[in-house]
Nanobody
Framework: QAQLVESGGGLVQAGGSLRLSCADS????????MAWFRQVPGKERDFVAS????????YYADSVKGRFTISRDTTNNTVWLQMNRLKAEDTAVYYC?????????????????WGQGTQVTVSS
């Protein structure tokens, strides 16, 4: 069974950095785009960043552009989200997603597989 395993969340002060990782433990998604979404209670799951299966193409939400970087190790199919200059409004549960054919797909419903989520809390 395909599985995405996330790690790296935590509590950080505004202006600080965190790095999230998402491991495709069974290498089920090597030919698919992968992405990060985030969700706060009572709101929809929002797109953060995505990356193509080659790792060459990346896309970002305007709110994180210039601060977050998504990358991918195609050898073991792990995806990272480096988050710098964090703001209080970045506080959310962050989810890794896989299964979309193209990284330009930024709708949560188009991703069939999800990790368990990891909490990121930024204190102001």
């Amino acid at each position: 069974q395909a599985q995405l395993v996330e790690s790296g969340g935590g509590l950080v002060q505004a202006g600080g950095s965190l790095r999230l990782s998402c491991a495709d433990s069974k290498r089920s998604f090597t030919s698919y785009a992968m992405a990060w979404f985030r969700q706060v209670p009572g709101k929809e799951r929002d797109f953060v960043a995505s990356i193509s299966w080659t790792g060459r193409n990346t896309y970002y939400a305007d709110s994180v552009k210039g601060r977050f970087t998504i990358s991918r190790d195609t050898t073991n199919n792990t995806v990272w989200l480096q988050m710098n200059r964090l703001k209080a409004e970045d506080t959310a549960v962050y989810y890794c997603a896989a299964g979309a054919t193209l990284p330009t797909i930024i709708t949560a419903g188009k991703y069939a597989y999800w990790g368990q989520g990891t909490q990121v809390t930024v204190s102001s």
